[in-house]
């Protein structure tokens, strides 16, 4: 979750992020905007379930 995706990915393709530094070819392939931080991040809660993670493969496949 970011307010500045492009820093975000900056971030992650140089390796200075934790959980993503032994990717070396991260892309963004799906973005939702919300207007506050309790609205994203009750979004991202949600994306790490496991209906959230097959809610985003079903979205991703068509």
Sequence with gaps: M???L???LHEHKNRQNISTSRMSNIE???I???DTFS???KREVYLKTS???RFL???LST
């Design 32 to 34: 939702e905007k919300y």
């Design 6 to 8: 492009i820093r975000r």
């Design 39 to 41: 609205e994203a991040r």
């Design 2 to 4: 970011t307010n500045n």
């Design 57 to 59: 493969k079903k979205k």
């Design 51 to 53: 209906a959230g993670r």
């Design 28 to 30: 963004v392939v799906y």
